[in-house]
Nanobody
Framework: QVQLVESGGGLAQPGGSLRLSCVASGTIFSIAVMRWYRQSPGNERELVASITSGGTTNYADSVKGRFTITRDNAKNTVYLQMNSLKPEDTDVYYC?????????WGQGTQVTVSS
């Protein structure tokens, strides 16, 4: 059973940076598509960034040029480096693993951007 555990959220000032991590258990991480989503109360979960097993990345327009998704298959970990943070980046961030028909979500980590 694959499990995902996120960490790295917290409070940042506008213009600041945070790095989120998501560690996966099991042995399928290296072939998985990994995604970061975010969600605030009353809103739908929004796709922020994706990375394929081959390292191809995609980003939401709202974070292009500010956020970077990377992965370390040796550590079963996907990262989201968030720079130039804005108050509107405040959300709960979730990582998601996709392999074939398998879908797994992490528990979420809160990111708050405020002065």
């Amino acid at each position: 059973q694959v499990q995902l555990v996120e960490s790295g959220g917290g409070l940042a000032q506008p213009g600041g940076s945070l790095r989120l991590s998501c560690v996966a258990s099991g042995t399928i991480f290296s072939i998985a598509v990994m995604r970061w989503y975010r969600q605030s109360p009353g809103n739908e979960r929004e796709l922020v960034a994706s990375i394929t097993s081959g390292g191809t990345t995609n980003y939401a327009d709202s974070v292009k040029g500010r956020f970077t998704i990377t992965r370390d298959n040796a550590k079963n970990t996907v990262y989201l480096q968030m720079n130039s943070l804005k108050p509107e980046d405040t959300d709960v961030y979730y990582c998601k693993l996709e392999v074939g028909l398998t879908r797994r979500w992490g528990q979420g980590t809160q990111v708050t951007v405020s002065s």
